[in-house]
Every structure is written in structure tokens, then in C-alpha cells.
């Protein structure tokens, strides 16, 4: 099975940045997505990281190790239409099915 | 592209009642996701199709659930007969493919239903 760990929420200021952490502990591993969901809305893609290291659009980054289950999305240059969840979910493996298991999601809220 | 497509947007029912979401997904796309959403248990996946056939059911809560999906352009989630605790939002997605490791196993969420059952 799958289990994903974040955290509820977080609380920002305008223009800083904030990292959203996330660990995973799987049966199997096949790539991990980041969303974001304002409230009231669907998902959106933010990324994707299949393989270790950094990867970067724009004024979001995330990160992927996976000998440690471990992932994070960074925020910078926080806009106040940066207040959302975010959602870390992990595809499982071929055998699994490639599902997407989801996290929680870790509520963001940016202040001026 | 639109995007997926999803109605009713909001539904408000009755215990007992049958319920039927609807899912168009982006033209193209060989998967189409069906997900729950609510506060206590997150986003769930409640089923998936590849090709219009069902893949994964394994989700679905149980028997009162259906999902069908009889051409590429369209499918439904019946709920019958429906009960309080049915109650969330419920997304569909597709994704042009599943086991590469491109992308293209993004999946792109419609806007969703919010059901609620009284």
C-alpha cells in the first residue's frame, strides 16, 4: 500500500518563500505529482519528478529523493493568489496498477 | 481544448435517491479517473478506464456504485440508492497515458460535482 505524509498547513508572507515537505512509504514507486487546488476547485498539475533531484518552473521548484521517500515543493516569490492546498501524490508501480495515491494536502496561507 | 467536462456541477438529493455524474473527458486521452474528495479521507480514486474499459474498481465503496463508460467521449458514475455519507465532491480526470514516464501519465482534473445527500 501506499502512505503520504504532510503537512495540514502552513502560513507565509507575501514575497517569501515557504517548502511544503512530503514522505512517502510505498509498495512501489513511479513518479510523484504536486497539485495545487484552490478552494472550491479542481487539482492542477504543478509537477512531476520521477527521478532524484530539482526541478524547477518558474517561481516553483520540487525535489525528489527516493532512497529517502522524500519530496518537497518550494514556493518563492509568494503571491497572495498563492493561498491553496497542496497535494503530493505518488504513482505506484506497474504491479499496483500506476495508481495516483494522494496525500492529504498541506493548506498554504499567505499573508500580506 | 476544454478540458474535462463534468455535470451537474452541484447536486442536491434526497436518501435514497439514484444520483448520476457525468465525465467528458479531453479528446484524445486513453484514461479516465473517477475521484472522491472529502475533508475526513482526502482525494480518493474510486475507479479508472483505459479505452473505455474498466480497469480498477477496487475503490469503489461499494455495490450501490457504478461506473460505466460506453464511448471515448463519455462516461457516468451512478449512485444508487444514495445515502448521507455519500456526500463530497467528485472529480473526474483523464490522462493521455499511464505507464510512461514522460508526463503524458498527467492527469487533468475536471471541475467536479458537489453532491449532496440529505
Known amino acids: 500500500g501506499q502512505n503520504i505524509d504532510q503537512p495540514t498547513e502552513m502560513t507565509a508572507t507575501e514575497g517569501a518563500i515557504v517548502q511544503i515537505n512530503c514522505t512517502y512509504q510505498?509498495?512501489?514507486?513511479?513518479?510523484l505529482f504536486w497539485y495545487q487546488q484552490h478552494a472550491g476547485e479542481a487539482p492542477t498539475f504543478l509537477s512531476y519528478?520521477?527521478?532524484?533531484g530539482l526541478e524547477e518552473k518558474g517561481r516553483f521548484s520540487s525535489f525528489l529523493s527516493r532512497s529517502k521517500g522524500y519530496s518537497y515543493l518550494l514556493l518563492k516569490e509568494l503571491q497572495m493568489k498563492d493561498s491553496a492546498s497542496y497535494l503530493c501524490?505518488?504513482?505506484?508501480?506497474?504491479?499496483?496498477?500506476?495508481?495516483?495515491?494522494f496525500g492529504g494536502g498541506t493548506r498554504v496561507l499567505v499573508k500580506p | 481544448d476544454a478540458g474535462v467536462i463534468q455535470s451537474p456541477r452541484h447536486e442536491v438529493t434526497e436518501m435514497g435517491q439514484e444520483v448520476t455524474l457525468r465525465c467528458k473527458p479531453i479528446s484524445g486521452h486513453d484514461y479516465l479517473f473517477w475521484y472522491r474528495q472529502t475533508m475526513m479521507r482526502g482525494l480518493e480514486l474510486l475507479i479508472y478506464f483505459n479505452n473505455n474499459v474498466p480497469i480498477d474498481d477496487s475503490g469503489m465503496p461499494e455495490d450501490r456504485f457504478s461506473a460505466k463508460m460506453p464511448n471515448a467521449s463519455f462516461s457516468t458514475l451512478k449512485i444508487q440508492p444514495s445515502e448521507p455519507r455519500d456526500s463530497a465532491v467528485y472529480f473526474c480526470a483523464s490522462s493521455l497515458s499511464l505507464h510512461t514516464r514522460t508526463g503524458q501519465e498527467t492527469q487533468y482534473f475536471g471541475p467536479g460535482t458537489r453532491l449532496l445527500v440529505l
Open positions: 519528478n520521477v527521478l532524484d
Open positions: 510505498t509498495s512501489g514507486f513511479n513518479g
Open positions: 501524490a505518488v504513482r505506484g508501480s506497474k504491479a499496483a496498477g500506476n495508481k495516483l495515491t
